[in-house]
Structure formats: C-alpha cells, structure tokens
C-alpha cells in the first residue's frame, strides 16, 4: 500500500478551510460581534482614560472586527461586494454603533459621545476598505457553498 497517499495534505487548504466555516456561520457571527460590543459596553468605567484618544482607537479597532462580520454577512462570505450591500453593512454598522452609546448612558460611568459614533464608522470603513483590498489584491477563489 502506497503510504504517500495516507499522508497527502487534504484537499482544502487551511485557509480555504477557515473562508468555508465562516460562510456557513456568518450569521452567528453577526450576532455574536453585536453582543461582544454590548458586553463590553455594559462594564462601568470608573476612572479615566490614561490618555485622551484612546477610547477612539479601541472603537475604531472594535468596530473594524465588527464590519468584517457584518460584512462577511452582507455580502455572502465576501463574494458579492456590491455598493448597495456595502452601504447597507456600514449602514447597519453606524446604527449599531449609536444604539451602543445610547445604551452607554444607563451605565456608570458612561456617556453618550459623537466622536466615538465617528470612530466606529471609520472602523467600519476601514473594514470595507481591506475587504476591497484583499479582493482586488488576492485571486479569486472558487465559489464555496
């Protein structure tokens, strides 16, 4: 018996692998990115931020994450990257960031703050950004189902 053929690499790469899982799942990660950013906004903040700026920049990271599952819902795994989907998931994205500072205000600590609505959309908008990128950068895989 050929033992090569007992230890061939299966046929998807790991990759390929990772793309197929979140496709079938891009639902619940949708809905489990919603609850990260309302978990995290439901802990009372008690002190200050060490320096002025901060919170922008953990919003714009937090929401990066949360437009790329939104997106990966919106657009089917990132295949159908049509304006009306992209503007639909940023859309979606900035109303998800001002419910979160409404939110804010009912726990200690807290408030409602502008900026940090502008700092989730740019998140969301450097997502829609890397995603464009990596589709014009990167070959075109078949589709996955």
């Given at each position: 018996?050929?033992?090569?053929?007992?230890?061939?690499?299966?046929?998807?790469?790991?990759?390929?692998?990772?793309?197929?899982?979140?496709?079938?799942?891009?639902?619940?990660?949708?809905?489990?990115?919603?609850?990260?950013?309302?978990?995290?906004?439901?802990?009372?903040?008690?002190?200050?931020?060490?320096f002025?700026?901060?919170?922008?920049?953990?919003?714009?990271l937090?929401?990066?994450?949360?437009?790329?599952?939104?997106?990966?819902?919106?657009?089917?795994?990132?295949?159908?990257?049509?304006?009306?989907?992209?503007?639909?998931?940023?859309?979606?994205?900035?109303?998800?960031?001002?419910?979160?500072?409404?939110?804010?205000?009912?726990?200690?600590?807290?408030?409602?703050?502008?900026?940090?609505?502008?700092?989730?959309?740019?998140?969301?908008?450097?997502?829609?950004?890397?995603?464009?990128?990596a589709?014009?950068?990167?070959?075109?895989?078949?589709?996955?189902?």
């Open positions: 018996m050929d033992s090569s053929a007992e230890t061939a690499a299966p046929d998807a790469s790991l990759p390929r692998r990772v793309l197929r899982w979140c496709v079938r799942w891009r639902l619940a990660l949708g809905l489990a990115a919603v609850l990260v950013v309302f978990v995290f906004s439901s802990i009372p903040n008690s002190r200050p931020p060490r002025h700026g901060l919170d922008k920049i953990e919003h714009v937090e929401y990066f994450a949360v437009g790329l599952a939104f997106l990966n819902f919106a657009t089917r795994g990132y295949v159908r990257l049509r304006p009306l989907r992209l503007g639909a998931a940023w859309l979606a994205l900035v109303a998800l960031s001002y419910l979160d500072e409404v939110y804010q205000r009912h726990v200690p600590g807290r408030s409602f703050d502008w900026w940090d609505v502008a700092a989730s959309a740019c998140g969301g908008l450097a997502a829609i950004g890397a995603v464009m990128l589709q014009a950068l990167l070959p075109r895989p078949a589709r996955i189902t």
